[in-house]
């Protein structure tokens, strides 16, 4: 799976909730300042491609909506999960998570 938009900044931008908040593998907590040029750079060297599994949506309130799926890339996996606000006409990206995953 390519990831175009996350190359731009201004499509990442459009993407990104005002309010956005993300926890990191780490524990680090990341602003939306933070998130548009870190997301840029992130693939902008031809990485590999990223594979999705597991997806699952489930609305949680108005206008609001949780994406849950394991990522793979480069050998490694974690279980993602997303919250999507509905803002005018498009949805954007509030909060994110990932958990490392072990291999077993």
Excluded: N
């Amino acid at each position: 799976m390519s990831f175009p938009v996350r190359r731009t900044a201004h499509q990442v931008d459009e993407l990104l909730d005002p309010d956005l908040r993300k926890i990191g593998a780490s524990g680090r907590l990341w602003t939306r300042a933070e998130m548009v040029p870190a997301l840029v750079g992130e693939l902008s060297d031809g990485a590999g491609a990223i594979e999705a599994t597991e997806m699952a949506g489930a609305v949680v309130g108005p206008e609001l909506l949780l994406l849950t799926y394991v990522w793979h890339w480069r050998g490694r996996r974690a279980r993602r999960s997303s919250l999507w606000r509905r803002s005018a006409d498009s949805w954007r990206l509030l909060y994110h998570q990932g958990t490392p995953l072990e291999d077993v």
